[in-house]
């Protein structure tokens, strides 16, 4: 029904950068926020970046200054660019969407949480 696919990933040395991709495609009526996520091995999905139809924006503290949320609303895309990246960087991103699509079968618009597929970021020399 509603799809997010990402690109972007890759192996990369420290200190560069990656510009991750995410675009949702379905039965969309709208879309709200989005944002990244991140999880490393042996740990816990944690918010990476997240940005509003607004275009306000929230980042972890971790990669402040260094990653840069951005959107195209009418693709229904959203990016992540990432510089400076560090080992710690390295996990497998997610993209979220907080979408909401119509029910032929309800009459009514359904708002949801929907995921990606992930991409995996390494940063390593």
């Known amino acids: 029904q509603v799809q997010l696919v990402e690109s972007g990933g890759g192996l990369v040395q420290p200190g560069g950068s990656l510009r991750l991709s995410c675009a949702a495609s379905g039965n969309i009526v709208s879309v709200y926020a989005m944002g990244w996520y991140r999880q490393a091995p042996g740990k816990q999905r944690d918010l990476v970046a997240a940005?509003?139809?607004?275009?306000?924006?929230n980042y972890a503290d971790s990669v402040k200054g260094r990653f840069t949320i951005s959107r195209d609303s009418a693709k229904n895309t959203v990016y992540l660019q990432m510089n400076s990246l560090k080992p710690e960087d390295t996990a497998v991103y997610y993209c979220?969407?907080?979408?909401?699509?119509?029910?032929?079968?309800?009459?009514?618009?359904?708002?949801?949480?929907?995921w990606g597929q992930g991409t995996q970021v390494t940063v390593s020399s």
């Open positions: 979220h969407g907080n979408i909401a699509t119509f029910s032929d079968r309800l009459h009514v618009r359904i708002r949801s949480n929907y």
């Open positions: 940005i509003t139809t607004g275009g306000n924006t």
